[in-house]
C-alpha cells in the first residue's frame, strides 16, 4: 500500500456526539503470556522533546522524506522506508521508524521574538492548569478558574497602563509640557507647549500619544487571531463520525477484531460512554476525580479523564470570547486615561457642556468596562463536547464598540481648551495601586480556594500542597510589574537625563512613585534568596557525598574510581535540585507576597519614592534605602535591557530562537484558557496530528504500533493515547522515556496528570513502559504499580553511565547522559520489542486489504 495520506478537511470538521468509553478496552495480555513468532505490520512512532530535533538525528538516517504533514509539523521516514506498507516481509525484525516533529511550533521564523513581550500572559494561563485534583461540588472549582481570568484580565490592563504611562504620561503630558526636557528633543517640537502651536494643548498631545497604547493593543489582537488560525484551529478528531478516515479507521479496527475475538458483553459499547455529561459554559472548571467502576471485570473511571474528552484540545469558543474582552479592555484602559485628564479640568473650568460631555464618557467607559468583567467573570470551557460556535455579536461589537469609544475619548480631549497647562503626573496615577492591590487580594483568594480543593484529595506529591497554582499567579503579576516598572524607569532616566526621576530636581516628575517602590524591593528579595540557595547548596553537596557508596554498590564488579564516583554521584544529586522547586518557589513567592504589599503601603503612605521617604532617618537607614532604590532602578533597567537585546538575538539569529522554544515547549503545552494572548498553544496542533497519524495508520494496515516520546514528547504521546477510541487504542503501546509525566506534570497540575489519571490511562493501554535515570534532571519514574495482569510500568533506572570504567566493549570512557540518548541504552530496543510482542497481532484481513 502507499504511505498514509493526510487526512480531508472534511474529516476533520466531524464533531463527536460522544465520549468513548475506557471500559470497552481489551483485557490486557499478561506479561508472561507466550510470545507470536511474528506480529505482523508495526510503526514506531517517535516524538522529541523540548529544544526540537531533526528528522535526520531521529531517525539515523540524513536521507528522510516527509510522509505527511507541512513546514511546521510532519512526520518522515528514511528514504528507504518510505514504501514499506507494501514489503512487510523486510520489516519482520523489527518495526518501521517514523519521526513527528513539531519544533517549528515553538522556535520557527523570527516572529516568535515576539512572544517575549507576552510571557506573563502564559505564565498566568498556567496557573488556570496548577489547580489541585478534588472531588464533590464543582462550585470551588468554577470559583478558583473565575479568579485565574480576572486576575489574567488584570495583567492587560496592567501592561496596557504600562504603555500609557510611557506614550501619554512621561511623553505627551511631562516632558512635551516642559521646556526644558522638549528643548533637547527636536522630535518632541511641533507638541512642545513652549512653541504654542495646534498640538501645543495637553489633550491633543495625549490624544496623539494614545494612538502608541491602541497599536499595541491591536498588535496583541493581531498575534492572538494569527497564531490561533495557524496552531489551533486544528479541530479534533472524531471518535464516532460516519464519514471521514478517522472514523472509518476505528470502525474497521473495531469490526476487525470482533470477528477475530469473542464477544464479550460488557454493559457498553465502543462508542458510548454513560458517565460523560453535556458540555456547558464551566465545563472545563470541573474536572471531578472519582472512583473507578468495575464493568464486565474490566475497571473504567465513573469521569472520563480531561484530557481524553473531545473538546479538550479545541478552545475556539473561549479563545474568541476572552481575546474580545481582553481587547476591548485594553482600548478601555486608553480611553480611561485619556478621558480622565480632560474630565478632571473641565470639572473646575466654566465650560457646561464639557463637563457634562467628559462625565457621561465616563458613565459609559464604566458600563463597558462592567460588561468586559462580567464576560471573564462568566464564562468558562467547555471540553465534553468539540465546541465549535462563535458569538459573533459578542466577538465583534465588543472590542468595535470599545474602539469607537477611544475615538470619542481622542475626539473630546482633542476640543480646544485655552489656557490648559500640564504639570506634575497625568492624572490616574493611582491606577497602578488598584491594581496591584486588586492583584494581591484576588491571588490570596486563589490561595484560600486552592487550600480548599486540596483538602478534599490529599496527595504527598502534589507540589506546594495544592497552592501552586496562586504561587505561578503571583509570580506572573511579579513580571509584569518588571516588565512595566522597567520600561518607566529607563524611559524616565533617559527623558531626565543627569536628573534622578521622582525626586523632583529634574525636568519631569517621573513615573508614579509606586514603581519606584516596587523596584528598590528587587535588591531585599535577591538578598532574601541567598539564604535559602546556600542551604540548598550545601545539602546537594552533603548529598553527592552520601551517594557516593551507593553509585559504587551499581557497579559492584567494577573497579573504584574516586574521581568517576564523585563526577556520577554530583551528577545525581544536581537531577534532584528538581525536586526541591517547589521549595523554593514557595520561598521567593511568599518574600514576593510580602514586599508587594510593603511597597503598595510605603508608596500610598508617604507619596514619594522611597529615597526620599528615608531622607531625614537614621543615616544607616538613610543610607540603605539609598541603596536598594539606586540599585532596584539599575537592575529593573538592566532587566529590560537584556529582554530586549534577548528578544532582538532571537529576532536575527535562529539558534537563539531554539533556545528560547525551549521556554515555549514547558509553557504553551496548555490550551488558552486564561489569557487570550498567550503564546499560543502548540499541543492543540500536535496532539491532532498523532491522533490522526495512529488512527489512520492503524486503520489502513491493522498493523502494531508503538508512540515513544522523549522528555515533553511523551506527554504529548500520552495526550494523543488519551484521545483514541478503544478500537484504536488496544493496537497502540506506550514506550516513555526522559518522561516529565509524574515528576513535574504529575506534582504542578495535579488534576490533569496525578496519580488517578495516570492509573486511568495505564489501565486503559494495552502497555505501558517507562525508562528513567538517576541522573535525569527532568525525568523520573511514573510510580505506576503492577495491577490487573498488568506488569510495572517502570523499568528499573537505567545505568548512567552504562559501564563505570573501561572495558574490552567500551574501551574508551562513556559519557554520562542524563536527560539525552536514552536510545542509545540496549533497553530502549529490548522494551519495545517486548512492547510490540504483547500487543494483538496485526489484523489478516486488514493486511490483505492494505494493498488495495
Known amino acids: 500500500m502507499p504511505p498514509a495520506t493526510p487526512v480531508p478537511d472534511e474529516a476533520q470538521g466531524a464533531v463527536p456526539d460522544r465520549v468513548p468509553d475506557p471500559a470497552s478496552a481489551p483485557a490486557p495480555v499478561p506479561a508472561s503470556a507466550p510470545v507470536p513468532r511474528s506480529g505482523g505490520a508495526a510503526l514506531e512512532l517517535l516524538v522529541h522533546g523540548v529544544g526540537g530535533a531533526t528528522p535526520q538525528d531521529m531517525l539515523g538516517d540524513p536521507r528522510t522524506v516527509r510522509i505527511t504533514g507541512d513546514a511546521t509539523a510532519a512526520v518522515y521516514r528514511r528514504l528507504e522506508d518510505a514504501g514499506a506498507e507494501g514489503h512487510p516481509e523486510r520489516y519482520e525484525g523489527g518495526p518501521v521508524p517514523e519521526a513527528y516533529c513539531w519544533s517549528n511550533l515553538t522556535s520557527g521564523n523570527g516572529a516568535r521574538a515576539l512572544w517575549l513581550l507576552l510571557l506573563p500572559f502564559m505564565v498566568v494561563n498556567l496557573a488556570h492548569w496548577m489547580r489541585p485534583t478534588t472531588k464533590g461540588p464543582t462550585t470551588a472549582v468554577r470559583f478558583y478558574g473565575t479568579l485565574v481570568r480576572l486576575v489574567a484580565l488584570s495583567l492587560t490592563a496592567l501592561l496596557t497602563a504600562a504603555a500609557c504611562e510611557v506614550a501619554l504620561d512621561l511623553t505627551a503630558w511631562q516632558c512635551a509640557g516642559s521646556a526644558p526636557c522638549s528643548a533637547n528633543r527636536s522630535w518632541l517640537g511641533f507638541l512642545s507647549a513652549a512653541h504654542e502651536g495646534w498640538w501645543a494643548q495637553p489633550g491633543r498631545r495625549l490624544s496623539l500619544a494614545a494612538l502608541v497604547p491602541a497599536g499595541l493593543v491591536g498588535l496583541l489582537w493581531y498575534l492572538s ?34 470477528a477475530a475475538t469473542p464477544h464479550t458483553a460488557s454493559g457498553s459499547g465502543p462508542g458510548t460512554d454513560g458517565a460523560s455529561r453535556p458540555g456547558n459554559g464551566g465545563a472545563g472548571d470541573a474536572h471531578r476525580e472519582s472512583d473507578s467502576a468495575s464493568d464486565g471485570g474490566i475497571r473504567r473511571p465513573a469521569v472520563r479523564p480531561a484530557l481524553g474528552r473531545p473538546g479538550f484540545w479545541y478552545g475556539r469558543r473561549i479563545v474568541a470570547r476572552l481575546r474580545a474582552a481582553h481587547t476591548a479592555a485594553g482600548f478601555l484602559v486608553v480611553a480611561a486615561a485619556v478621558t480622565g485628564a480632560a474630565a478632571r479640568h473641565d470639572r473646575g473650568a466654566d465650560v457646561l457642556a464639557l463637563d457634562l460631555a467628559g462625565r457621561a464618557l465616563e458613565v459609559v467607559l464604566t458600563v463597558v468596562a462592567t460588561v468586559v468583567v462580567a464576560i471573564v467573570f462568566r464564562r468558562g470551557r467547555s471540553e465534553n463536547v468539540t465546541d465549535n460556535r462563535v458569538d459573533r455579536a459578542l466577538v ?58 486540596h483538602r478534599r484529595v490529599r496527595h504527598p506529591r502534589t507540589a506546594m500542597h495544592g497552592l501552586g497554582g496562586p504561587a505561578v499567579a503571583l509570580l506572573a503579576c511579579a513580571l509584569g510589574g ?152 539599575w537592575l529593573i533597567g538592566l532587566g529590560f535591557i537584556l529582554f530586549v537585546t534577548w528578544g532582538r538575538r532571537a529576532y536575527r539569529d535562529a539558534a537563539a530562537r531554539r533556545t528560547i522554544g525551549i521556554l515555549w515547549d514547558v509553557g504553551t503545552f496548555w490550551p488558552r484558557a486564561a489569557h487570550p494572548f498567550a503564546p499560543p498553544c502548540y499541543a492543540e496542533r500536535a496532539v491532532p496530528d498523532l491522533t490522526w497519524r495512529m488512527a489512520s495508520w492503524t486503520g489502513s494496515t491493522g498493523g502494531r504500533l508503538v508512540i515513544s516520546g522523549h522528555s515533553q514528547g511523551s506527554v504529548l504521546a500520552a495526550a494523543a493515547v488519551w484521545q483514541l477510541p478503544p478500537a484504536i487504542r488496544r493496537r497502540v503501546a506506550l514506550l516513555t522515556y526522559g518522561s516529565p509525566l509524574e515528576r513535574l506534570y504529575g506534582r504542578w497540575f495535579p488534576a490533569y496528570f496525578g496519580p488517578a489519571q495516570l492509573r486511568v490511562l495505564h489501565q486503559e493501554l494495552h502497555c505501558w513502559r517507562n525508562l528513567w535515570r538517576h541522573t535525569d534532571p527532568i525525568g523520573g519514574p511514573l510510580r505506576l504499580p503492577a495491577e490487573d495482569g498488568r506488569p510495572e510500568v517502570d523499568r ?57
Request: charged content about 15%; proline content about 8%.
Open 396 to 453: 465583534g461589537w465588543l472590542p468595535g464598540v470599545s474602539l469607537a469609544l477611544l475615538a470619542l475619548a481622542m475626539l473630546y480631549a482633542s476640543w480646544s481648551r485655552p489656557g490648559w497647562v500640564s504639570h506634575g503626573t497625568l492624572p490616574g496615577d493611582a491606577a497602578f495601586r488598584i491594581l496591584t492591590l486588586a492583584q494581591g487580594g484576588m491571588i490570596v483568594a486563589m490561595a484560600v480556594t486552592a487550600h480548599v480543593l
Open 225 to 258: 487571531n494569527r497564531t490561533w488560525s495557524a496552531y489551533e484551529s486544528q479541530r479534533p478528531p472524531g471518535t464516532t463520525t460516519a464519514h471521514g478516515q478517522y472514523g472509518r479507521a476505528a470502525s474497521a479496527c473495531a469490526g476487525a477484531e470482533e
Open 796 to 852: 528499573e533506572a537505567l545505568k548512567d553511565p552504562v559501564v563505570y570504567g573501561r572495558t574490552d566493549t567500551h574501551p574508551l570512557p562513556e559519557p554520562i547522559l542524563g536527560h539525552s540518548d536514552y536510545q542509545a541504552d540496549p533497553a530502549f530496543a529490548q522494551e519495545r520489542k517486548e512492547l510490540l510482542d504483547r500487543l494483538p497481532p496485526a489484523l489478516p484481513h486488514q493486511r490483505a486489504g492494505a494493498g488495495d
Open 482 to 633: 518588571v516588565m512595566t516598572g522597567g520600561v518607566a524607569q529607563r524611559v524616565a532616566d533617559w527623558l531626565d537625563g543627569p536628573g534622578t526621576p521622582g525626586v523632583g530636581r529634574g525636568p519631569i516628575v517621573g513615573p508614579p512613585v509606586l514603581l519606584s517602590w516596587q523596584a528598590s524591593v528587587i535588591p531585599v528579595l535577591l538578598f532574601l534568596l541567598l539564604a535559602p540557595l546556600a542551604v540548598l547548596g550545601v545539602r546537594t553537596w552533603r548529598t553527592a557525598r552520601a551517594l557516593a557508596l551507593e553509585v559504587e554498590g551499581d557497579y559492584e564488579h567494577e573497579r573504584p574510581d574516586e574521581v568517576r564516583t564523585r563526577r556520577i554521584a554530583g551528577t545525581r544529586a544536581r537531577a534532584g535540585l528538581t525536586d526541591a522547586a517547589p521549595t523554593v518557589i514557595g520561598i521567593l513567592c511568599t518574600a514576593t507576597l510580602l514586599l508587594g504589599a510593603g511597597s503598595v503601603a510605603g508608596a500610598w503612605a508617604s507619596g514619594e519614592v522611597l529615597g526620599e521617604t528615608f531622607d531625614r532617618a537614621h543615616p544607616v537607614v538613610e543610607a540603605a534605602a539609598d541603596a536598594a532604590q539606586t540599585l532596584g532602578s
